[in-house]
């Protein structure tokens, strides 16, 4: 079993930043690809970023390139989600997850775990 704990959302005025934290506890997700999900209120979950086990791929949703960044620290079995720029379309609930495979994937179908999520408010 996995564990997840999001923290660092906020409400932010539109054009600032944000850091999201994810960190994870139980099985070693150090291993795992992982990556960031959101929900807006009345829209399906959608793929926003993943980072393969060693970080050497990442991949990004096209509406978030150039803006967010992903990262992640094995030794912290931490993941991270740099968020510039920001929109109010951003506006969302934000989950992360972690992959049953070493390699990064937009699919939450190859998601195992996810967190509980944390709030963005980006103002305009």
């Known amino acids: 079993q996995v564990q997840l704990v999001e923290s660092g959302g906020g409400l932010v005025q539109a054009g600032g930043s944000l850091r999201l934290s994810c960190a994870a506890s139980?099985?070693?997700?150090?291993?795992?690809?992982m990556g960031w999900f959101r929900q807006a209120p009345g829209k399906e979950r959608e793929f926003v970023a993943s980072?393969?086990?060693?970080?050497?791929?990442?991949y990004y949703a096209d509406s978030v390139a150039g803006r967010f960044t992903i990262s992640r620290d094995n030794a912290k079995n931490t993941v991270y989600l740099q968020m510039n720029t920001l929109k109010p379309e951003d506006t969302a609930v934000y989950y992360c997850?972690?992959?049953?495979?070493?390699?990064?994937?937009?699919?939450?179908?190859?998601?195992?775990?996810w967190g509980q999520g944390t709030q963005v408010t980006v103002s305009s």
């Open positions: 997850a972690v992959a049953r495979g070493h390699q990064a994937t937009m699919s939450g179908l190859e998601y195992d775990y």
């Open positions: 980072i393969s086990w060693r970080s050497g791929f990442t």
């Open positions: 139980g099985r070693t997700a150090s291993r795992y690809a």
